[in-house]
């Protein structure tokens, strides 16, 4: 079910045809794209977990972005909520709106990485929906499994919980302030590294494998600060020990040389590294260092959730009054 | 899970608490929006059969267009694939791309229309996502039950079927070319009947009812003859006795006249009236008029599948070669 609207020219037939077709992977229920619907192909022992999400150009790529970093951030954003869920990605549909810039050499580049991805998360292109825009606009909508009982929520923490961060946090940050900044001095193989940070985020898919021993969870994509008060959510605080926040070696240098272009605090409210932020029981300690070390995902214990609302420091100080705390400001 | 970019302002949080959240229905799995992601409430005993539709202001609607249409138009493009497929609908995801043209007012009317819909067609919003575009853009991805068996398959027809469609085809069109060429000579009652045709199209939910005669089914979105097309699907020809294709009495009348604004082939040519085209065996035959009536639904039997490819009149007359038939053209 690849859809065309009916404005279209001749042109976007091939484009499915050359570029679309081989990402259904030939699966079951995508009709191989000839039919008006689909099915999705999940047991009936699990709950079928849904998310979408739209990235516009110039307000979430630019039009000269590689679209290899276009097609990895449409995913990716997407793939890290399914595992906030605690779900595994199993399939998605992609409705892209294109303009005349779009040519065959970004299509190919384009579609060459959803294979590389799909291949990568275990996951087939489902269906979609091709039409024209004067901006580039794009929805992936992503469907994983979880049993009922498995499935996280996002409300879910307890007082006394430990709060984990995954991965590091602040790569994409740096990326994203190198790429706004050209006076950024900083060695040639280090901008490099940080930049694709930000062009090419890998979502943490530990969600999946550790729904267990999470009370709750999100993805931190709209910085640790708004993502844990969110978590959080009016009901509860958390005392975070800001030593502990997990920052690549380069970036913490950085950080100790007191670059005014860039703050820890500033790294804490800006998300794009999709890593999760959950909170777990105090028993369950060994358990994840175990799950962590065996998926080679690295997990960070920063905190815990206090009874009084707002954001602390370990020594009591606040950092973030949750009350006014407004992440769309 | 209603999610907003990063970068959108303070009022898109108000928007999905004024507008959006009561279009949840309150029901289990959309966590009341607040979630990274939902889940789908489907029986086990059901497959979940997925469409998805984009539409773009500028190529599908225009910004001046009443929002209760934008809003009947991106509901009704996908629930008429799912009742070709045979399925329920239940559930359905929503993102839109706004601009600075979007107010509170064009919201209400927008969301409104959907609640009345939603209503009507019983179908809850799972989640979605807001975003900001130069363009309007809406995505919606519906989701509708059906047992694995009973799915049809648009590519499924046999020898000697009959074709069948169900209520009026060409009053979209008329619409269509009233607001396009001022000159259109009718009665301001009849202008305004046509008008609404076009910018308010109703899916026919036929497909749900009477999967178990249909052998092929798809909703006339690219034209009748591009859609038996599909269904043909280049091993096939039809025997159409053009007399029997259904239309309004008003629009016959017009017709009859021989108005050179509007010819029976335009028709043919034209989607968005949203009806559904179908192939059964001929046994079927009382089985669906009896079905017919008892949900209130026309139905109009208009030809047989034959083995000569092409679609041909009564007098078997070559009326389109499906071979050099493209409706991308």
Redesign the interface.
Known sequence: ?I????????S??IIIDKFFKKLNFNKI?T?NF?????????S??Y??????????????FFSNDPPESIAQKILCINL???S??G?LPKTY?L?I?INSKINYHWLKKFTDTLNKLQKKYNIYL????I?????I?I?A?I??E?K?KN?I???NCNLGDDIWITGNLGNSYLGYSILKNKNFKLENKNLLYFKNKYLYPKPCMFGSKAYKYMNSA??I??GFFGDLS?IL?GKYGARINTKLIPLSDILKKILNKHNPLIRLEDILNW?DDYQLVFTSYKRNREKLLSLSKKNRVKISLVGSVIKKTGIFDDSLQIIKNIHSF????
């Open positions: 079910m859809k065309i609207s009916s404005n279209s020219k001749l976007e037939k229920g009709y000839e039919n008006d619907a689909a099915y999705l192909n999940i009936s022992k709950k079928t977990v849904v998310t979408t999400d739209t990235i516009v150009e110039n307000t979430d890290s909520d399914i906030a869920m779900a549909t409705n709106s489902l269906g979609g929906d039409s024209k825009s004067k901006e606009s929805t909508t469907f994983g979880a009922l499935i929520s996002q409300n999100k993805d994509s709209d969110k959510d998300g407004d992440h769309f400001s």
